[in-house]
């Protein structure tokens, strides 16, 4: 995933870079990306932290996953795509949406997860 480096928001005023490659991917069936995504399931990448800059009007939101863990969701402020997601399970890292990758096609899915939660008629 070499090119798995760099990606925005819709509205291209939030943006991102990371100086090192994805650590994992996965595809989250969770309800809270179901609620934070508006679809089945968010697919991510996760990078080291301490490898990213962000910039633009990002804005967060704070909730409790639910295996019990702080979370925090980054998006958009201006257009409210959503860019990132944080974890307290996983401080060092930082979880980026796919779709908001400069090259989404550069994306592949290491493992699913939360599939317990996948609903009926989400076939991805
Ligand atoms: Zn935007
Ligand atoms: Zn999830």
Redesign the pocket.
């Known amino acids: 995933m070499s090119s798995i480096r760099s990606g ?7 943006r991102y870079q990371a100086t090192e490659d994805p650590v994992f991917s996965i595809q989250c069936y969770c309800r809270d990306c179901q609620h934070m995504s508006g679809g089945g399931h968010a697919p991510q990448f996760a990078v080291k932290r301490n490898s990213v800059t962000k910039s ?2 990002l804005k967060t939101h704070q909730i409790t996953s639910d295996a019990g863990n702080a979370v925090e969701f980054g998006f ?6 959503p860019v990132y997601k944080t974890t307290a399970h996983a401080p060092e890292l930082i979880f980026f949406f796919a779709g908001s990758l400069d090259d989404p096609a550069q994306f592949s899915i290491g493992s699913k997860v939360y599939e317990e939660r996948r609903q009926p008629w989400d076939e991805s």
Do not use: F, T
């Open positions: 925005g928001c819709l509205c291209g005023k939030v633009g009007p958009c402020g201006e257009c409210g795509s």
